[in-house]
């Protein structure tokens, strides 16, 4: 039973260390061009000093990254850019941006608003002269007085 117990506790440790090189070898690349954050770098740091697999993969990365450095960038040819615009410009025609209103929409939205205006201004001094006749009517019916008896004897003049 001690063997299996062993066997055990070397898998589980197994397991944890390539969880632990996973993690350092997604972080490997940002450390090599030094983009990397100062608590990240120095996990890194103690990985590497502990995991000759992923020391090695480190330097393979910066054995590429001054080979890459050292070949000369690809001319791009004059017509490259005229060309690559003209096709923009296509595309762009090809898919108008669709107008939230047509004009016949908008020209409607117009005459509801106006139409709308007009009625507020129908109907408010139709109000207002309603307002006016049920004046007369209620003073007409008011009590009879001297004052009222010399007002309506006033309007009926005029």
């Known amino acids: 039973m001690k063997k299996l117990r062993s066997k055990g506790g070397a898998l589980v440790s197994n397991i944890a260390k390539m969880k632990a090189c996973k993690r350092i070898k997604l972080l490997l690349s940002a450390y090599a061009d030094g983009v990397i954050s100062t608590r990240e770098k120095g996990r890194v740091e103690k990985h590497l000093a502990q995991c000759p697999e992923c020391a090695r993969l480190l330097q393979d990365l910066t054995d590429i990254k001054e080979v890459m450095l050292t070949i000369p960038a690809p001319e791009t040819p004059p017509y490259l850019v005229t060309r690559i615009q003209a096709q923009l410009r296509q595309e762009q025609k090809k898919f108008k941006p669709r107008q939230v209103l047509t004009p016949v929409w908008q020209l409607l939205g117009a005459i509801l608003v106006i ?22 009517i209620s003073f007409l019916n008011a009590e009879p007085s001297l004052d009222n008896l010399f007002v309506i004897e006033n309007a009926g003049q005029q």
């Not at 205006?117 to 006749?133: E, F, K």
Request: glycine fraction near 18%; hydrophobic fraction near 50%.
């Open 115 to 136: 139409f709308a205006i007009g009625l507020g201004i129908m109907l408010g001094s139709a109000l207002a002269r309603t307002n006016g006749i049920y004046t007369e």
